[in-house]
């Protein structure tokens, strides 16, 4: 295996062989044919996958395999999910991701799904290795509530159909918030979320490095057209004050910044994408107006909050089911959008 590094990041290149059947590589080759312009769709996702660990609402907890958790959330045109319609997927922005390790098994499986080599979809990873925080993540099995302890963010993509220079992955940037016991203020009292600004106490004081945000601008193949990526996770705090950074609420109040390294990316952008699990209700589509960008999804992805957002600059097609994927095997609902370019 073989890596680029930046700070806080990485941008995993698995390497792997695979040695595949008859059967498996006929499937891959199926996919070789070069792409008409009325093909060329960018499939994106976004989906907080919670450790692929869901909460029950009894206080049990499932493990969720990456095989049936991608079956759950990649859709056909129509917004189904498990017909012969699904399209493999360009990119997979998700949060809370144990590090490096299970997102390459994650990307993996991914690959395997659709007759792939191992290592077709690769991975910017915010934290390699995140040290562990909490007791029990709400699992009344220990075991369980273990495999949630370690947290960060990541986006997968598709080497089939996507490029990403070593210099094309920002800087994590921290997440923002209103740390107990400090005055709002209209937003006066936010700080960013990270030491010494973070949790006290030993059980929580790695809790931060769940929020840390990452970007990568990556270049499509085919055309060469540039799109420009970011995964977030904003604290639960965000949801009552909100937050992003110090000092500041956040673009139109809603908590959500984005980094100086991640902005120059997205500048020289042509297609745009951010996920967010932003722990916030009512964050209008318009947002993100100013980076020319309009969220899609209107529905609860949480219980019955809307919470996780998909923000796009580019031509989405439209989705029967208003780019929400109702049986996501995951506490969150996964949202989607298909691009044209």
């Not at 994106?44 to 919670?50: D, H, K, R, S």
């Not at 005055?183 to 004081?205: E, F, I, Q």
Request: hydrophobic share 35%.
């Amino acid at each position: 295996m073989f890596t680029y590094r930046s700070p806080g990041a990485m941008v995993l290149v698995a390497a792997a062989t695979l040695v595949t059947t008859t059967a498996t590589t006929s499937s891959a080759q199926a996919h070789e044919a070069p792409a008409t312009a009325a093909d060329r769709v960018l499939r994106v996702y976004n989906n907080n996958i919670e450790n692929l660990v869901r909460n029950n609402a009894d206080g049990t907890c499932t493990r969720i395999s990456g095989p049936d958790h991608l079956t759950s959330m990649l859709v056909d045109d129509n917004g189904r999910t498990g017909t012969s319609g699904v399209q493999a997927p360009d990119l997979l922005i998700v949060q809370q991701v144990r590090g490096t390790g299970q997102t390459t098994a994650y990307a993996d499986q991914l690959s395997a799904k659709f007759g792939y080599p191992a290592g077709t979809y690769k991975a910017v990873v915010a934290w390699d290795d995140p040290e562990p925080w909490g007791s029990s993540h709400k699992c009344s099995q220990q075991a369980l509530g273990d495999l949630k302890k370690k947290q960060t963010n990541a986006i997968v993509y598709n080497t089939r159909t996507l490029s990403l220079a070593s210099g094309d992955v920002s800087k994590y940037w921290s997440a923002g918030w209103l740390k107990p016991g400090t005055p709002y203020n209209g937003g006066a009292g936010c700080t960013l979320y990270k030491p010494p600004n973070n949790d006290s106490g030993t059980t929580n004081a790695h809790k931060w490095k769940r929020t840390s945000a990452i970007a990568a601008r990556f270049t499509i193949k085919e055309t060469g057209t540039t799109v420009f990526a970011a995964t977030m996770h904003l604290p639960e705090q965000n949801g009552a004050n909100a937050c992003a950074g110090a000092g500041t609420t956040g673009i139109a109040n809603s908590g959500i910044h984005v980094g100086a390294d991640a902005t120059s990316l997205m500048n020289a952008s042509t297609i745009r994408v951010i996920g967010i699990d932003a722990n916030r209700t009512n964050i209008a589509s318009s947002t993100l107006g100013g980076f020319g960008m309009t969220g899609y999804g209107a529905k609860a992805t949480s219980g019955s909050r809307k919470i996780d957002y998909l923000f796009v600059k580019g031509a989405v097609q439209p989705s029967s089911v208003d780019h929400t994927v109702s049986g996501t095997k995951s506490n969150h609902l996964a949202l989607y959008g298909f691009i044209t370019y």
